[in-house]
Structure formats: C-alpha cells, structure tokens
C-alpha cells in the first residue's frame, strides 16, 4: 500500500475514534481522486485539518501555526499531534515549506494565478477551502472600497443638526455617539461597536435623523433595517422607533421626523432581505439583483457568518451606504468567521488620522484623543466604538467589564454578591439549583413564575381574536423574564439535560402537563429554517391553544408588535426552550439570566461566551457551577479563529491572544 493510502485509513480511523471530524477524511479522499498518482501526504493531512478547522468556525488553515505550534492551533494534546505526524511520516518544518509542498499540488490554486476552479486556495500562509477564500475576497474588497467611497456632506450643516440632536455631556467627552453619526454620514460604510446599552440603537436613530435632515428628497430615502434573527430584528425596530419618537419630540418642526419615521419599514431577517432560498446559498438579491435600498442597518453584527455577510455586501448597490451595529466582544457566529470581531480589531484604539480628526472637529465639535491618532486603514476612519454604558452601571456592568478583559479576580469578587442582589454565584452548585431558580427564582414570582401564572389566566375558547392576541403576547412577554442559559448541549449540565428535568419537575409540581411531545405552554427554539411555515432557525415561540378549537395548539411567535402561529404538529424541527444555549440567545436579553457553566473544561468555554451569557440579563444575573476553577479558566480563554480578513484590510495588528 502507499504511503498515501496507508495515511488516508489514518485519517478513516482518527474519524471513527472521533479525534478528527469525518467530513475531513472524507473531503481528503475527495482530494485523492482528482489527483493523478499518489496524493502527497501533506495535502492529505492540510485537508483533513482544513475541515476540522472549519467545523471549530476558521475560514482557513494558518500554515504558520501549524508549522510552528500545531498543538496551540487544534486545541490537541501533544500525544494526539504526534500521533497523527507519526502516521504522516515527514512533514514540512515551516510555514515556507508548507507552502512549497501545498503549491505544486494540482488541486490548489495559488490567489494570485488564474482561477481553474480547483477546491482549495492557497493565499500566502494561508490555505482556503475555495468558498471561503471567495466570500473573504468579497467582504475584503466590498468593505474597503465602500469605506473609502466618500459621501457629499457639509460638515457644517452636520455639525449643526448633530448640536440640535445631542446635549453636551456632563462628564467631558469625546461623545463618541455623535462622532458615530458624523463619520457615520460621510462613506458608504461603518461600524457601530460597544457593549449593550451603549446606545447603539439611540445613535443609528440620530443617524437616520441626520440623513433624512440632509437628503434633498428626504420622502424618497430608502431605508432598511434588518438583523440575523427575528427576534433581533424585533428589538432593533422597537428601539429604533422609540428613539426617532423621542428625537422626534425634541426636533419639534425643523424635522417633519415623525411622519418621516414612519415610513420606515418592518426589520427584516437578513434571511428574508436577501431572499434565502432553502437549502441552497443562493439568494434572490445579488450583485445582479441587488436590494431596492439607500441605507441599510444591520444589528447584531457580531453574529453574522462570513458567507452571509458575502452575500449581504455583494447583494448591496453601490450608491448605498451600510450600517453594521454589534458586539465586537460577543461570541462570534456558529458558523466561520468572525467577521464584526475582525472588522473591529483595532476598534478600542482608535486609529485615526489626522483628516479623520479635522473632520470630526470641524462636522462633529468633538476632539479625538491624541492617543487614538495613531493612523489606520479606511476601514478603521469608518469604525467608532462606543464606551460608555448607559444600562450596565452596577454589578452586572462590572462583571461583564471585568471578564471582558480577562480580569479573572475582578470577575469573582463582582460576582460574590448577596443572592438578593443584581449578581449572584452559586459556586458548587448542582443542576437542582438551577431548578429551584426556575421554579421560585430569586425573589418572589421570579424564574418562570410569571410565565406559569400568566399560561393559567388562558381565555376561554371562542373569545375574539383580539382578546386572544393580547394573551398570547402577554404570555411571550412573560417568558422573556428569565431563561437558563447553558455553554454546553450534552449531559447534566447541557440544554437537553436540564430542559428534561425541568418538565420532569414542572409535571410533578402539577404547574404544567408535560406530557407527550406537545403540551399547552411548552416552549420551543425552532431548529431549521422552514420557508413553508416561515419560522427559521433560532425563532423561539410557545405551544398555545388555538383561539378558536381550544383543544388544538399552534406555536405562537412574536411578529412585530403582534404575533403568528403555526400549527403544532407542522414543526417538526423545534426543541424546548426552558433552557437554551448562549449561542442561540445571542440578540435576546432577559431580566433575569441564569447561566450554568459544565464541571468538565470543554472546547466551547471561552471569554466571549461568558461575557455573552452575562450581557443577556437585564436585572439580575446567576452563575451556577459546580467547580469554582472552570470560571476563571472559561475567561482567560480567548475564542480564536483563523481568517485573513484583517491582513488584507491592512489592520494586521497584534497577534490573538489565546
Ligand atoms: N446619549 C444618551 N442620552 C440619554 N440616554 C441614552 C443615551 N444613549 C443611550 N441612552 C439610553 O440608554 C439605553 C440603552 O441604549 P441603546 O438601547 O441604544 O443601547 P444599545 O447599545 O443598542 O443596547 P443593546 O446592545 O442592548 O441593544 C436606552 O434607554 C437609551 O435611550
């Protein structure tokens, strides 16, 4: 047998055992197949490793670390590297040879030469599979030209709408959210990063002001709003809405603002803007159909995967400007890339130029710090970070600060609160813990409580639909008071685990009848998009009566400021909600979050997921843990994801930390 085939049941057999995932095994023979003779080994093992990568969210294999520190790069025990290098024989000892050996392969394309449609890329030390290397090109080129494609403003007429929009503030500045609206208003794109309640929402609605105040035909401004899931889009719209009506109070008639707000639409899900067509990534808007828009808005940036935000940028027509508001600190998207993370990485320094600050002063009144004019790409001109909470000033605010950078002592003594108070720890806690916070919560009629009472008050069957409505959306409305959040899906301490014991104590307490797949009030969190029924991943909704055949349950989602249902048994790809992962949360908040962290150090701890689960509780937050140690180590874990979108938006920077 040859080396290579003899390597290639290596992979099959690291696939059974589960230390490499199937799916790079199975894309290394692929590669085998379109080889002529003998594949090299290297390619082989670059390929298994590409697709092990990818599944952990990567958009390619870092040839540099993988010569130099493989271990550090698949999160592998040193046995498991060695190993796996045993089986390969000699392997290249540096990102150079690496690179030679990769390059004279048939099957990979160098970026620079003609394409041949071979499956993988290879981009200097970087190696793609194809799609990924595409969609990267296209945010690259997309960002950085539309950054540096200038608007025509005044930048006295913006100095003087945003002097009418902001009060000076108190405590000195620089304001930074009306320097996001003034850079904001000059190119075609920027971002709007800061922790919540930063006024994100507050600062993209004095924006929208700014250009409907500066637009020669305000009435014919396009304006679109959309985030990644539906429930994000929600909230974005009713922010959005609540701050134009108070700007709108404010401006009285120099801005007919209301009238204008009003011709604002319903936030979409990028899903549904696009025009997402099922199981396939094609969209209905593309670079040859691109969306009927002027100025686009998209929240929850942080969550969106580097194939969707391809398709969102190549779908945009030039002339339009877009608007990414997110998170830069917050896990980044299931799927890979981290896009918002990467786009913001200098984001805390600043890195403007001097014209950046010419202009700020003379569009904005704001000076820019000295330190922060260290100069940087376009991108960085077009890239503002807010830094001042206006919701998180207690404990929550601390500790969310504290494991943001990393502060593992800092972190404990936040969390170390009173159980009545805004943070709480149960160290060495157990999953019954979490029960009884669901089931009593902290305080009276806390946890689910209101949730259960509101489910009893159901109107009788036959009332009008109105009537009806209004309990549904109480009951959604009540649910959102508390939520069990998880890092992990297996075991005790996993979604599944604890959303059983719960509907196994739920029944026993005679609260709820749990019996059976569906029961009245059973939560769910839809699994996969449905474009018949029109749910889609993430959608979370409840199992109610139908307002009419009372014996009969609909889920019952929130639609705007009203709700739709869908027949039960037409939802086969749900799962219940009492508790959920911090990933499928991302974009939701709740008064009171309580999050349970594994016994077990697992891959899926990191920094950014603590400081997501934390940054979901509106009032109070619980950690539940049972070993005191996995906290600290949870935040000195920074999540990592290779890409190549920062080198070649020329905001290289420093190295990630691990
Ligand atoms: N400059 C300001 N002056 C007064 N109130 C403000 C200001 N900025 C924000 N706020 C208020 O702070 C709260 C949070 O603002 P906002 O919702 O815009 O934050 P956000 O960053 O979008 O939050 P999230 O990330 O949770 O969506 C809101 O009640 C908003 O009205």
Redesign the pocket.
Known sequence: MSTAAAFRQHLDACAEEGSLRRLGSSFAHFIATLHDGPTPVPLLLACALLCELEGRGHSCLDLRELADDPCRLLTWPIEQWERLALAAGTLPDCAAAWQHALASCSQVRLAHEDDRHQPLVLDGDRLYLRRYWTDETLVAGAVAARAAKPRDVDPDAVRRWLDQM??PLVDGGPDW?KIACGVAVRSHFSIVT??????????VARLLALLFALAEDPERLRIALAAPTGKAAT?LKQ?IDD?LA?LAARLGDSLPLAHLAGRIGAALTLHSLLGARPDTRATRHHAGNPLDVDVLIV?EASMIHLGMMASLLDALPPQAMVIL?G?KDQLASVEAGAVLGDLCHRAQEGCYTAATAAYVARACGESIPADMLCGGSELAQQTVM?RKS??FDGSIGVLAGAVNSGDVEGARRALKGAPSAEVHWLERGRPDDLLRLALEGREAAGGFGAYLSRLKSHPVPGTDFAAHAAWVRDVLHAFDQFRILCAVREGDWGVAGINRMLERALDDEGLLRCRGEWYLGRPVMVTRNDHATGVFNGDVGIALPDPVRGDSLRVWFPHGATVRSVLASRLPHVETAFAMTVHKVQGS?FQHAAMALPPLRNGMLSRELVYTGITRARERFTLVSPEPGIFGDAILKRTRRASGLRARLGDEGVALEN
């Open positions: 902001f009060d959210q800061g922790g919540p309640g930063t006024g994100k929402t507050y600062t909230r922010s701050a108070g929240d508001l998170d807010l206006r919701r908040e």
